[in-house]
């Protein structure tokens, strides 16, 4: 569950604008947590009573650290790990003729250049477009 289900409930409600928060899975957590006085739960800084119970085990910088998302390496898989899975797929939609090949092929190498305009997701939707119309074996 933590590896797919946690990750998805927050690409999810992020997608749509929501602030969601995912409950500790531990049910037994759940229940002295909720038994607990609301005065120790509720002092000046949040989470301070989570923070207070790992004592030292938890770094400073980890704690005071600014509020950051859940990114995946995208661009980094893209680039690496599916860089070849990517260039078949983009090579083959290329060739394709509804598709401006130049087109298709300056996305993809400026993307490789770390242009800022081209995003992974820009490439990503070409790459499994092509795939999607190989698995289908759609004639077009």
């Known amino acids: 569950m933590q590896n797919i289900l946690l990750r998805d409930a927050d690409q999810m409600s992020m997608a749509v604008a929501l602030e969601v928060r995912v409950p500790f899975l531990d049910y037994q957590l759940v229940e002295f947590a909720l038994s607990v006085k609301d005065e120790y739960k509720y002092p000046h800084t949040q989470k301070k009573l989570l923070v207070d119970a790992l004592g030292d085990l938890l770094p400073d910088n980890i704690v005071n650290r600014p509020k950051m998302g859940f990114v995946l390496p995208w661009k980094d898989w893209l680039k690496n790990d599916l860089k070849d899975f990517c260039e ?38 070409l790459v499994v477009l092509n795939n999607w119309i190989n698995t289908h074996q759609i004639e077009c």
């Open 88 to 125: 078949e797929n983009i090579a083959q939609f290329a060739k394709r003729s509804f598709v401006n090949r130049e087109a298709v092929l300056l996305i993809w190498n400026r993307f490789l250049n770390n242009d800022p305009k081209i995003t992974w997701s820009r490439v990503w939707h």
